[in-house]
């Protein structure tokens, strides 16, 4: 996976990514109307040169009043993330509303993947090194794969923290990331119908999670700065650590706000459905409709890897070390191949992009660039330039 180095204002930065990435996001936009999900999903004789236009005016409606209003130091850098790719700044904020778009469930529940990104935490007393780690699993259509990047930031702002993070090549926001202080910020996505607690307009989740990576030093600050932020938009769960072991799953929709910790073994285990805001999941029964899954319940894929990490984080707790979470996050549930139900998610077209190990202390970061049961891992460090690879066997 690429790594991209990127200094000065928010407006700098955004331009750089741009510039280093452009031929990147126009493959991307390629693949994403050739793909099948494109094919299946799109209006009926909606012509593919339309996509453009329609970006444009959505991301002008439905993102940029309120990243500018809410976020505005975000709002800064997709303007030179615009500049650096050649766009309309009003399309470059529509390209951020695609992350509602994708997380959207629609009245069939057709938007392909039936996968979803895992994160785990192990508390400094749940480690064999008394230090916090968290881990996540970054599962989304296997298209997006190729199109991933790692960003190691260091703002010339007062008051910005530097950061690293992981994202797709033409966003913004961060799934995944940590900065200078020490504290890790995951992001999850639940996939909801459009109602009480979801919305297209406001604040996407990983600008969200951006903003709290350059501003927040401890999982106390980011979790009053989610509930300030009531502008948000999709709804989903921000995991939250810091270096005293502070740790939190945020569980978000656009009306109401939970915080779930560890438990008493000082592990936590977050997939795709609400715990603590049950009442914010999709109704019990609900079914797939997707060809091949239509007899499956929408929340027990969900289920399944919330489970099963949690079943190994609890096993393993008070040894838990970076090759315990790389190993929790490749497992397959006991199945010779994974499927769409376990931790490594291996589905018709979506699956584990990428995971990633983060320990918190010194900040490194280990990463697979795909499931973590068949790719290296490579150790980056806190932009001190040095990348070293090992690889761990999965079990």
């Known amino acids: 996976m690429r790594i991209v180095d990127l200094d ?4 700098e930065r955004g331009r750089r990514q741009g510039e280093l990435l452009r031929e990147e996001y126009h493959g991307v936009m390629r693949d994403l109307l050739a ?10 004789m909606f012509p593919d040169g339309l996509v453009g236009p329609v970006l444009s005016v959505a991301g002008r409606a439905m993102t940029w009043p309120w990243g500018r209003r ?10 030179g993330l615009a500049q650096g ?7 470059t904020w529509g390209l951020q509303f695609l992350e509602v778009v994708f997380c959207e469930a629609g009245s069939s529940l057709a938007p392909p993947p039936p996968v979803g990104c895992t994160v785990v935490q192990a508390q400094p007393h749940a480690t064999a090194s008394g230090r916090m780690l968290t881990a996540r ?7 997006l794969q190729p199109y991933q990047v790692i960003r190691r930031e260091v703002p010339s702002e007062a008051g910005r923290l530097a950061t690293t993070t992981v994202t797709q090549v033409a966003l913004a926001g961060a799934h995944q990331g940590v900065n200078e202080a020490g504290l890790v910020v995951s ?51 921000v995991s939250l650590c810091d270096r005293s072991g502070d740790a939190a799953i945020v569980e ?31 109704p019990e029964g609900t079914k797939w409709t997707v060809a091949g899954m239509e007899d499956q319940e929408y929340l027990t894929g969900s289920r399944a890897r919330q489970r099963a990490a ?31 139900a376990t931790v490594c998610a291996h589905g018709p077209r979506g699956g584990t992009l990428s995971s990633m190990v983060i320990e918190n202390e010194s900040r490194t970061m280990w990463l697979a660039a795909g499931n973590p049961c068949a790719h290296p891992w490579t150790e980056i460090r806190f932009r001190d330039g040095t990348v070293t690879e090992q690889r761990v066997a999965a079990k």
Not at 85 to 91: E, N, V, Y
Not at 223 to 237: L, M, W
Not at 256 to 262: E, T
Request: hydrophobic residues 40%; charged residues 20%.
């Open 187 to 237: 992001m999850n996505n639940a996939r909801l119908w459009r109602g009480p607690h979801l919305r297209y307009h406001g604040v996407p989740l990983s600008l969200l999670a951006m903003e709290l990576l350059e501003t927040c030093r401890t999982t106390a600050e980011a979790i009053e700065r989610v509930r300030a932020t009531t502008a948000r938009s999709n709804a989903g769960f």
């Open 137 to 143: 699993n970054y599962d989304f259509p296997t298209m």
């Open 8 to 11: 000065g204002s928010a407006f």
């Open 310 to 340: 949690l079943a190994l984080l609890e096993r393993a707790a008070g040894e838990i070390s970076v090759q315990t979470l790389q190993q929790v996050m490749a497992d397959h549930d006991g199945c010779d191949e994974g499927h769409d």
């Open 85 to 91: 790719l050649g766009l309309r700044t009003s399309r």
């Open 252 to 282: 978000v929709t656009v009306r109401d706000l939970a915080v779930r910790r560890p438990n008493a073994a000082g592990v936590l285990a977050q997939a795709n459905h609400f715990t603590e805001l049950a009442h914010a999941n999709l």
């Open 35 to 44: 793909s099948p999900e494109w094919r299946d999903h799109k209006p009926p």
């Open 70 to 79: 809410h976020v505005p130091s975000q709002a800064v850098r997709i303007k």
